[in-house]
C-alpha cells in the first residue's frame, strides 16, 4: 500500500564518515577503515506526503555498517525526525525515511538489518556557502565544510559516482571540523574525515 503514495522531498542534505577523503563506498568499494559509520542530515524546504504539508522539516539518521555497504554484512540504523512534526507529518517521515515508501529509502532499507532506534528530537540544521552543521539533542554534533579546489570560488564535485544519496546531483567534497555522535551504544570521534553535501530531491 505504501509504493502507492504520493510524496516528494527536495532540499539540502549533508553527511560525515569515518573513511578518509574521498569515501570509496560512492564507487561500491571497502570503506577505507574497514567499517562505516556515517551520519546524514536533510533539511526538507519543500516537501509533501500525499496531501501532508513536510517544508521546513528536519531530519537525519546514523548508519553502522561491519564491512562493505553493499556486498558485506547488514547495517544498523538510527532514524531521528524533528520534533517540531505533527503526528501526521512524523507518520508521513516515518514512512518515507524507513523506507515503506519506496525511492531510494526503499532500496537502502534492503540493507538494514537492524533499526536501533526512532527519536523525535530537536534538529538544527545550518547551510551557509560550503559549510553544514547539525546538531541532535544529546546525541550528534556534525560541522562539515566544503574542501578548496584550484578554484576557490568552485566547489569540488565527484562526477558521475556510482552510488550517492543524492543523485542525480553530484556530491560536493568536504571535511569534517566535528563529527561526534553518542547513541544507541554508538559513540565516536570522526572529526577531520570524509564528508559529502548537495542538494536533494527524492520521490518514489
Not at 519506496?102 to 538544527?124: D, N, Q, S, T, W
Not at 566547489?155 to 553518542?182: G, M, Q, W
Amino acid at each position: 500500500m505504501h509504493q502507492q503514495q504520493q510524496w516528494k522531498l527536495e532540499g539540502d542534505y549533508f553527511e560525515g564518515c569515518n573513511c578518509n577523503s574521498i569515501c570509496p563506498c560512492i564507487f561500491m568499494g571497502n570503506p577505507t577503515e574497514e567499517n562505516c559509520k556515517v551520519a546524514l542530515g536533510w533539511h526538507i524546504q519543500k516537501g509533501y506526503y500525499n496531501d501532508i504539508n513536510l517544508d521546513e522539516l528536519n531530519a537525519a539518521a546514523v548508519f553502522v555498517t561491519p564491512g562493505n555497504m553493499f556486498t558485506g554484512p547488514k547495517w544498523k540504523a538510527a532514524l531521528y525526525i524533528d520534533e517540531r512534526a505533527k503526528p501526521e507529518q512524523r507518520e508521513a517521515l516515518i514512512n518515507i525515511f524507513s523506507g515503506k515508501a519506496g525511492g531510494f529509502f526503499g532500496i537502502a532499507a534492503k540493507h538494514i538489518a537492524e533499526l536501533m532506534g526512532v527519536r523525535y528530537i530537536p534538529i538544527e540544521f545550518n547551510a551557509n556557502g560550503k559549510r553544514r552543521s547539525m546538531r541532535i539533542q544529546d546525541a550528534l554534533e556534525l560541522d562539515v565544510e566544503g574542501i578548496e579546489g584550484a578554484d576557490p570560488n568552485k566547489e569540488s564535485l565527484v562526477v558521475n559516482p556510482k552510488f550517492t544519496v543524492a543523485a542525480p546531483f553530484d556530491p560536493i567534497v568536504a571535511r569534517s571540523t566535528k563529527n561526534i555522535y553518542h547513541d544507541h551504544g554508538q559513540e565516536w570521534d570522526n572529526s577531520g574525515k570524509n564528508a559529502f553535501y548537495s542538494r536533494f530531491a527524492h520521490s518514489p
